[in-house]
């Protein structure tokens, strides 16, 4: 959905590293999510947003952290990556009248 | 939507043909129910979705059967076409991370010329 964009679309990094992947909408939703995506598995909830001054941890937060810098964007660092991070990461983004998420492109990311 | 390990379930029809995806969930408190197509490369996508107030709901050339009490979701595409090749998976609605969904592993649906 083009109104969700994310980038890079694709890095790869090594073990240790810092990085830091955005996401933003123009959608108008204030609804933001992370989720990561490892194959055969189903998407997983790492952080989401339901406003700018509010962050929740979702199901696999451990190694990661966000900042919704304001109600468009969104980002999702990995303070210092590790192999098993390696994934497609997914934003989505909702509005609080509705229920239904939209993704964004996604970003592949590989740790070596 | 339950994790059923390392290895999609792929469903081949032909061209022209019905596809039922199949997607059970196991949470009995769950209301709410989307259907995502996910074509290789790209991020989810919308198709449809029900209340757990209502069994069947149609939306153009897909329907979404919903029997709660086996805790059942079925997706069925008709006349599949090529660019049906996706990936489908069922996500359904609970709160236990406030109002957020959980996610299927996925069917691999690859439509035969």
């Known amino acids: 959905d083009a109104d969700v964009t994310q980038t890079p679309r694709n890095r790869i990094t090594k073990t240790g590293k810092r990085i830091m992947l955005e996401c933003s909408q123009t959608?108008?939703?204030?609804?933001m999510y992370w989720y990561r995506q490892d194959p055969g598995l189903g998407l997983q909830l790492i952080y989401y947003?339901?406003?700018?001054?509010?962050?929740n941890k979702g199901e696999i937060s451990d190694g990661y952290s966000v900042s919704r810098q304001a109600q468009a964007k969104f980002s999702l660092s990995l303070e210092s990556a590790i192999p098993n991070q390696t994934a497609l990461y997914f934003c989505?983004?909702?509005?609080?009248?509705?229920?239904?998420?939209?993704f964004g492109p996604g970003t592949r990311l590989t740790v070596l | 939507g339950e994790s059923v390990g390392l290895h999609l379930p792929t469903l081949s029809v032909q061209e022209g043909d019905n596809s039922i995806i199949n997607c059970a969930y196991s949470?009995?408190?769950?209301?709410?129910f989307i259907w995502y197509k996910q074509e290789s490369g790209k991020g989810p996508q919308f198709i449809i979705d029900?209340?757990?107030?209502?069994d069947k709901r149609q939306g153009q050339r897909v329907t979404v059967l919903l029997n709660k009490t086996v805790k059942h979701l079925s997706l069925q595409i008709a006349a599949t076409q090529p660019g049906d090749s996706a990936v489908y998976f069922c996500?359904?609605?609970?709160?236990?991370?406030?109002?957020?969904?959980?996610f299927g592993p996925g069917t691999r649906l690859s439509v035969l010329p």
């Open positions: 989505a983004t909702s509005d609080s009248s509705t229920d239904t998420q939209y």
């Open positions: 959608k108008g939703h204030d609804r």
């Open positions: 947003s339901f406003d700018v001054k509010d962050i």
């Open positions: 949470n009995s408190a769950s209301d709410y």
């Open positions: 029900i209340r757990s107030n209502m």
């Open positions: 996500a359904d609605l609970r709160d236990n991370y406030g109002q957020n969904f959980v």
